[in-house]
């Protein structure tokens, strides 16, 4: 109950397309939904995150959608550029005294020029 | 502004050596701090998290074990390593208790990539 289901593994896309990686999860007391996007060798970073309470947020290109009844939330990335390629997370976490956020597995992005 | 060291950078050792991989945060107080590894083109899997000096949960059995000596020092040890502790070591931040909302995102370091041979 705890996990966040993420697909696809990996995705290739045309410069200019919008690949969307969706996530679900279980636990209804999830209440905090980032994403973090990791290049090569380095840590991941947080990128967008959206609260339950709202149905999408937008930060430039990046878009995240939720559906609270379907327990489900995607990443939309507008316009994709190559600079783009890169591990996107998802994760879920709940409020509280200490911060165990549950990741999902990764979705490895290759945007082709 | 706050930031998160970690080293080395990048580590090769022999099976059965010991092991200590040192995290630092700035510019805040209290955090919690995490371990993670990541296996190449895996996921993150949650170590260790700790909510304050001296107070470590451990996620996973394992020969892996950590301790926080001071409030932003983090250390992730083993007396003797195995092949499979080979991956990539994030250590990550968050607020503590008296952090806001904010204390819902994690912050990461670079990284360690351990080799284990």
């Known amino acids: 109950q705890q996990q966040v289901k993420q697909s696809p593994q990996s995705l290739i896309v045309q410069k200019g397309g919008i690949p969307i990686i969706n996530c679900a999860y279980e636990?209804?007391?999830?209440?905090?939904f980032p994403w973090y996007q990791q290049f090569p060798g380095k840590g991941p970073a947080l990128l967008i995150a959206?609260?339950?309470?709202?149905s999408e947020k937008k930060e430039g290109r990046f878009t995240i959608s939720f559906n609270k009844s379907a327990k489900q939330f995607s990443l939309h990335i507008m316009d994709s550029q190559p600079g783009d390629s890169a591990t996107y997370f998802c994760?879920?976490?709940?409020?509280?005294?200490?911060?165990?956020?549950?990741f999902g597995t990764g979705t490895k992005l290759q945007v082709i020029p | 502004s706050q930031t998160i060291h970690q080293w080395p950078a990048t580590l090769v050792q022999p099976v059965g050596s010991p092991l200590s991989l040192e995290c630092t945060v700035e510019?805040?107080?209290?955090?919690?701090l995490y371990w993670y590894r990541q296996a190449a083109g895996r996921g993150l899997q949650l170590l260790f998290y700790?909510?304050?000096?001296?107070?470590i949960s451990s996620e996973v059995p394992q020969n892996l074990s950590a301790s926080r000596p001071q409030d932003r020092q983090f250390i992730l040890s083993s007396k003797k390593l195995l092949l499979s502790d080979s991956g990539f070591y994030l250590c990550?931040?968050?607020?503590?208790?008296?952090?806001?909302?904010?204390?819902?995102?994690?912050?990461f370091g670079p990284g360690t990539r351990l080799l284990v041979l």
């Open positions: 636990n209804t007391a999830f209440d905090y």
């Open positions: 959206i609260r339950p309470d709202v």
């Open positions: 510019g805040t107080s209290n955090p919690n």
């Open positions: 990550a931040w968050s607020e503590g208790l008296a952090g806001g909302p904010s204390q819902e995102t994690q912050y």
């Open positions: 700790s909510v304050g000096i001296g107070q």
């Open positions: 994760a879920a976490s709940m409020e509280g005294g200490y911060q165990k956020v549950t």
